[in-house]
Every structure is written in structure tokens, then in C-alpha cells.
């Protein structure tokens, strides 16, 4: 039986990547394990967020796009990504932080069960924080200067908002092995929302629907999310999926080599992008744990473009105008 293991990474947009660099450093606390760019549009930084080692299932990364439009927020979205946090008093610790930037924060309130922030960063971009109640995974960072108990621990959830549930829903369970764990009002909008848990899941298994019909089509940009992955540990079944997935309709892609894992793609209904990514080879194959994103990283196929490449990045200690 096909399994996803759970949340491998999140992607979303930036226009202001030396910004963008701070809030998730500085405010958050988490760890730049990789800078590189995007490899389908190298004018582009891809900047990737996690644990201390860079674990699969801790990554929010980002496309750097100074020219993109904001977001319009509507159905056909990745409206929100929820991100783990230790305990309740993680959560009042968080609440104050964020409180002291600047952040305008909804909460603490309850959310399937579990406390949760609502808060967005400077560019928008929707984002959660919710108590796991000690569950394992996430490896604290020490230079971080967020206190180690109270560090973002990886990915808890994506909040997906469509005009329908099915075919999203089929989608979901037929094809991607999920299950439908339970409904609850999502506080900070007063919508219902379904959760859909994966098989093999442990912590940051789950993506949460909630049917909005009444909104308009949303647009991603900056502020927005341009895609979530899935994990699977290697690509042994990544041939399966892609036949799965074509028998019920998606036009999932060949597999591509992203060097530090390797991917299928395919729009679900509705339109919202969903990948599936191994958690092999990982950060660390060209560049030392202890020094994860202190310079460009490049996969081999684009080293010998480094000079061109460099030529057209802003660096990221320079603010945008």
C-alpha cells in the first residue's frame, strides 16, 4: 500500500527576500539550512527554513519574486500553514514575542483540540502556531534566539481553502491514502473545517479543508503559498505514485532531481499544487551540517553558472527600495 509519511515542506512567495531572511531567522528563530535558487528561474533565491539539521518536515521555504503581486486570498488556495510548537506555555510564550514585534495575534484559542497563534509576517503571509503537546521531532537550534523549549519544531498542518469539497476530498482518500479524522470550527474566521489525517503520519501529518463557496478565485503572490510537498522516504515508490496518480485524472510530472530530494507534481481539483518529495539526499550532501546556508549552494548542474547566477541575486543583507 502507497503511504505518505507526512509533510515534507511548505513553499511559499516573497518579494523581499533580505526581510523575509530576518522575520524567519530573527522573530522565528528558525534556521536558514539552505540558500540556492529556484531551479526552474535561477534570477530567484530558494530559501529553505527548518530544524537545526534541516530535517524533512521541518522546511518553510520561499521563492523570492520582488515583482510578484500580492496575494488575492480566495478557494483554489493554500490559505495558512500551521507550524509545532512544544507546550501551551510555548504558546503564551510565543504570543508575547510576537506581541512585542509588532504582529498583529489572534489567540491563544483552540484548534482541533490543540492551543494555536494566529499571526501573519510582515509581507502577509498567514501562519499559525499550535501546541503538539511534546511529540517528537525537531531539532533544536542553539544560536537560535528563541529558547530551545520553546523553538518551532517543524510542520503541523496546511489549511487548504476550496469551493467544494469533492472531488478534493476523493482526491485526498482514494488516491493519497488519507483519512478523514474530524471537523471543527476554525476560531479566527468561524468556518468548519475538515481534517485530513495521512496514514503513517506521526506529527505534522495532517491538511485541514474548509469550503468556501462564497469567496472569489484566489490568486498566489507574495504573502501566498505556491505549493505544498509530502514526504516519502525514498523515490523506490515514486514510479507508483505517478502511475496512481495518472489513473485517477492527475497529470503528475516524471520524476525531477532537486539534488537535495527528488519529486513528482500534480494539481489536485481545485487547483492548489501538491508534490511528493523523498527525504533523501537532504541539506547536508554538499555542504556541512555546522554551515548549512551561510553561502549559495548549487547543485552540480547549475555550478557552471555560478558567476551569472550571483551576478543577478541581491544580496540579502540589502533591504529592497
Known amino acids: 500500500m502507497l503511504r505518505l509519511a507526512g509533510l515534507h515542506h511548505l513553499t511559499a512567495i516573497t518579494a523581499d527576500a533580505p526581510e523575509n531572511v530576518r522575520f524567519y531567522t530573527e522573530t522565528l528563530g528558525m534556521r536558514l539550512v539552505k540558500k540556492t535558487v529556484n531551479q526552474d528561474d535561477v534570477t530567484a533565491y530558494h530559501l529553505f527554513y527548518a530544524d537545526k539539521a534541516g530535517s524533512a518536515g521541518t522546511d518553510v521555504t520561499f521563492f523570492d519574486w520582488p515583482h510578484a503581486a500580492p496575494t488575492r486570498f480566495g478557494h483554489g488556495l493554500i490559505s495558512s500553514t500551521a507550524l509545532r510548537v512544544n507546550s501551551n506555555e510555548s504558546i503564551n510564550y510565543w504570543k508575547q514575542r510576537l506581541t512585542d514585534e509588532g504582529a498583529e495575534v489572534t489567540g491563544p484559542f483552540d484548534r482541533y483540540g490543540s492551543q494555536a497563534l494566529a499571526f501573519t509576517d510582515k509581507e502577509g503571509q498567514r501562519l499559525e502556531l499550535v501546541s503538539d503537546d ?44 488519507m483519512s478523514q479524522a474530524g471537523t471543527y470550527q476554525y476560531q479566527p474566521e468561524d468556518t468548519e473545517t475538515l481534517v485530513y489525517a495521512m496514514i503513517d503520519g506521526g506529527a505534522g501529518n495532517e491538511v485541514h479543508v474548509e469550503v468556501r463557496p462564497e469567496l472569489s478565485r484566489g ?76 553561502k549559495l549552494a548549487l547543485p552540480p548542474f547549475l555550478e557552471p553558472h555560478r558567476e551569472e547566477i550571483e551576478a543577478n541575486l541581491k544580496p540579502l543583507d540589502t533591504a529592497r527600495a
Open 134 to 177: 511534546g511529540k517528537e521531532g525537531g531539532e533544536s537550534w542553539e544560536e537560535s534566539p528563541v529558547p530551545a523549549e520553546h523553538q518551532i519544531k517543524g510542520l503541523h498542518s496546511v489549511r487548504l481553502t476550496v469551493a467544494e469539497q469533492e472531488p478534493l476530498g476523493s482526491v485526498l482518500t482514494g488516491v493519497l491514502g
Open 219 to 294: 490568486r498566489p503572490g507574495r504573502g501566498g503559498v505556491h505549493h505544498v510537498a509530502f514526504r516519502v522516504e525514498n523515490d523506490d515508490q515514486h514510479p507508483e505514485w505517478t502511475q496512481q496518480t495518472r489513473q485517477h485524472g492527475l497529470r503528475s510530472t516524471d520524476v525531477i532531481d532537486r539534488f537535495y530530494f527528488r519529486s513528482i507534481y500534480f494539481q489536485v481539483p481545485g487547483g492548489i499544487l501538491f508534490e511528493i518529495a523523498t527525504d533523501e539526499p537532504g541539506f547536508a550532501t554538499d555542504e556541512p551540517l555546522e554551515a548549512l546556508g551561510e
